[in-house]
């Protein structure tokens, strides 16, 4: 007998709130008090130099150590 699983994974959107020098940023998402952290190591298909402040972004939201963490950040 086999099963066929429908895993479909919703992705958040929001937007680059701040971006630091040493490979880390922040996203703000509409109607969240708090900004998902993101490390260039999650970024997918774009380069950490590439991206602004203000660029619209898609990503997995997941519970970090320290609060909202971004996973699997790509351009929207």
């Known amino acids: 007998m086999s099963y ?3 895993c479909k994974t919703t992705m958040a959107q929001g937007v680059i709130k701040r971006l ?3 490979g880390f940023g922040f ?3 509409e109607g969240e008090a708090k ?3 993101f490390h260039a190591s999650e970024l997918q298909d774009v380069a950490f130099n590439d991206l ?3 660029d619209a972004v898609e990503f997995t ?3 970090g150590e320290k609060g909202p963490q971004a996973q699997q950040v790509s351009r929207a």
Do not use: L, M, P, T
């Open 20 to 22: 630091n020098d040493k």
């Open 52 to 54: 602004r402040e203000g």
């Open 61 to 63: 939201a997941a519970n």
């Open 4 to 6: 066929k699983v429908n």
């Open 27 to 29: 996203i703000s998402v």
């Open 35 to 37: 900004d998902y952290f």
